[in-house]
């Protein structure tokens, strides 16, 4: 059989080994993610998920690198028989919508919030189900490996290749999922970042796509697309990159602002008065919506996942509106397989992933900000209020130290909180110590508590999450967890 793409020239092949991670492939441009190596896993993800005579969708944020890592993808997957897809720019949950409707495996090239010197692939099995190293991303990794060193043989016969537009099909898709033509107006400051919300809000939210106008004013901050994110970074997760936002919103006395990341699939919300909203308040306004909306069409046996790092209060949200709350690990490949597993009906995570059974068990987070939108717009009681009520405890956030020797860390934190009798520990995902007792106030009596310590995946860093019954309890706890990490 001839070669289709010859072997690479081991100076500009890039490594495999280096860029794919647990669940999609990250590298920096031109050197640890080449072209050469977009093509082999193109070619490496066709045979993998035995997609030759079937559609590969292919889409790409506005990073200036992303066109030609698409096309070099695109090369790969056509040598081995797959018809190409072109969506050009989007965003990813218009790549997972894309997936799902069209029944596709799907291919987005964005490195999310990460700075304009990386890109990266997600990978989406048909029907925008996720995939993760053990469950096809690591023989994927290993097939590109090869690829790069014997050359891509070529299929039986080549894919072809075409282009589609689906901007005004998506937006239509997530106003028949969240109607907002009857709330009450509202003025909302949306801050793209420069990144793919300034070409989807446009469309869902405004009258860019063409559909009927809704009672919202949208304020445009950093809709300019484009990578080199002039700005800031398209990290909202970061709180110095909402200061514009904050600023901005209480300046307009707008109702609310909203904040996405590079490829607009995680929202973040602030309020009136410029504060920003916990991702965890955000997952259990939308769980109370949702599972409202499952009761009202009949549905009885309801489940709703949380992962573990979200506040105590997304579970009992949950439970207290009549459903069952799913407890998972973090990472979407995870979430997205138990999404699948228990027929939930939403997931949420601490980082403002937010997944919808209706967007077939993908994230979406355009579609939280539009029941965030539902919540306040359908309601009288302005974003502060709505917010404090789901944030009736106090929290760390994630707190992040770098550590050249975590399983000593561990070590000092089992020896240290796994001793006392009223601390129970489990290892679901990291360590997670738990207290009903409490102890740990300033004044040495406290409520419940409980601390997370999990490993990240990709740098040398622990990351501590903590949460309590009140806020002298929680810094106690936080204080003597960040002492033993950082020996």
Request: with cysteine; glycine share 10%; proline share 5%.
């Amino acid at each position: 059989m001839h070669i289709a793409i010859h072997p690479a020239d081991p100076a500009e092949a890039g490594d495999p080994r280096s860029v794919v991670k647990n669940y999609d492939i990250r590298g920096l441009v031109g050197d640890t993610l080449t072209e050469p190596l977009v093509a082999a896993l193109g070619a490496a993800a066709v045979d993998e998920l035995e997609l030759a005579g079937a559609e590969l969708v292919i889409g790409h944020d506005m990073r200036d690198s992303s066109p030609a890592y698409a096309a070099a993808f695109a090369r790969g997957a056509r040598a081995r028989g797959a018809d190409a897809v072109h969506l050009g720019l989007c965003s990813t949950d218009m790549n997972y919508f894309v997936s799902g409707s069209r029944g596709a495996a799907a291919a987005m090239f964005t490195a999310s919030h990460n700075p304009a010197s990386y890109n990266g692939i997600k990978i989406s099995r048909a029907g925008a189900r996720g995939i993760s190293f053990d469950t096809g991303l690591g023989a994927i990794r290993d097939r590109a490996e090869r690829y790069l060193a014997e050359g891509v043989p070529a299929a039986a016969a080549e894919g072809a290749e075409r282009r589609i537009d689906v901007l005004t099909e998506y937006a239509l898709h997530l106003r028949e999922l969240v109607d907002l033509s009857a709330i009450r107006p509202l003025k909302i400051v949306v801050d793209a970042a420069n990144g793919m919300g300034g070409l989807t809000v446009p469309a869902v939210l405004g009258a860019a796509a063409e559909l009927p106008k809704l009672p919202l004013e949208i304020v445009p901050m950093y809709f300019e697309l484009d990578g080199a994110f002039p700005n800031h970074e398209a990290n909202p997760l970061d709180p110095k990159n909402l200061v514009d936002l904050q600023r901005r919103v209480v300046e307009e006395g707008a109702d609310l602002g909203l904040a996405f990341d590079g490829d607009a699939d995680r929202c973040f919300v602030v309020d009136e008065r410029g504060r920003p909203v916990s991702p965890s308040a955000v997952c259990a306004i939308v769980a109370e919506r949702e599972i409202v909306r499952a009761a009202e069409a009949g549905e009885r046996d309801i489940h709703v996942i949380h992962n573990l790092l979200t506040s105590r209060h997304v579970a009992e949200t949950i439970e207290r509106a009549g459903a069952v709350a799913v407890r998972t690990r973090v990472g979407h490949s995870l979430i997205k397989a138990e999404m699948a597993a228990t027929g939930a009906v939403f997931g949420g995570e601490h980082s403002a992933h937010y997944y919808f059974r209706d967007f077939w068990g993908a994230d979406n987070g355009m579609l939280a900000a539009m029941h965030v939108l539902a919540a306040v717009g359908g309601g009288g009681e302005p974003v502060s209020a709505l917010a404090a009520r789901h944030t009736p405890y106090p929290a760390s956030g994630e707190i992040n130290s770098t550590v050249t020797d975590a399983p000593a860390a561990f070590e000092r934190l089992v020896a240290e909180f796994g001793s006392r009798p009223d601390v129970t520990l489990d290892e679901f995902d990291g360590l997670t110590f738990s207290s009903v007792s409490g102890g740990e106030g300033a004044d040495g009596a406290g409520g419940w508590w409980w601390a997370n310590i999990r490993s990240s995946n990709t740098e040398p860093l622990l990351r501590l999450n903590v949460e309590a019954a009140d806020e002298a309890t929680m810094a106690a706890v936080r204080d003597r967890a960040l002492a033993l990490i950082r020996v």
